[in-house]
């Protein structure tokens, strides 16, 4: 165990969710110990459990954490291109994903029917749905509820998508993220006045 630094509350927390989201990263679920990750941050197994009561708790702040960073730097500005803001909002998550597949197949499969994870994950999609929604150009309020609705199952299926990929990569990266930003287009084309990717 390394020698133990005396840090404030709010700095042991972030440095435990640190060394938990590099494990929880690294290996499966099942395969991560509370033991191993006192001994990795060079803390008694008592001040860690003082900090998360449980694995499952300790999972939930890192998956946390990863949702807001991811929704951070997800950039939806109306200035650029709808092409552009979903590659870049792609290429954010799957940067996150291929990073962190053990943690996101975790949470997705050995976690998937956990109400505190499938909230994290519910609220990060809506918080994206809500973006996109405002940088879209709209008609009405009807429109926006139809637009809306696609948004809300179009975010599902990317998760499904790539979810799956982790799990068996049957196509190149490129390959995934233009398969999805394709299905949105084609999706919100006979909703919107104006084609929203011409060249696409």
Not at 106 to 134: C, F, H, K, S
Not at 158 to 180: G, K, Y
Request: net charge negative; hydrophobic share 45%.
């Amino acid at each position: 165990m390394p020698p133990r630094q005396r840090l404030s509350p709010s700095d042991r927390r972030a440095q435990l969710l640190s060394v938990g989201a590099r494990l929880f990263a690294a290996h499966p679920y099942d395969d991560v110990l509370m033991e191993e990750i006192a001994e990795e941050a060079g803390v008694s197994r008592a001040l860690l459990y003082r900090h998360f009561s449980s694995k499952h708790v300790l999972f939930a702040a890192v998956y946390q954490q990863a949702a807001d960073q991811l929704l951070a730097e997800t950039r939806l500005d109306p200035a650029d291109s709808l092409v552009d803001q979903l590659i870049q909002g792609m290429d954010v998550h799957l940067d996150y994903f291929v990073a962190n597949r053990h943690a996101v197949l975790a949470a997705n499969r050995v976690l998937a029917g956990d109400p505190v994870i499938q909230t994290i994950m519910t609220n990060e999609l809506d918080a994206l749905r809500t973006r996109l929604l405002a940088v879209l150009p709209l008609a009405d309020e009807s429109t926006k509820e139809a637009v809306s609705g696609v948004l809300k199952s179009w975010l599902v299926f990317v998760q499904v998508l790539c979810v799956d990929w982790l799990t068996q990569e049957t196509c190149t990266r490129t390959q995934l993220r233009d398969v999805c930003i394709g299905a949105v287009l084609g999706a919100l084309r006979p909703l919107l006045s104006e084609d929203p990717a011409l060249d696409w």
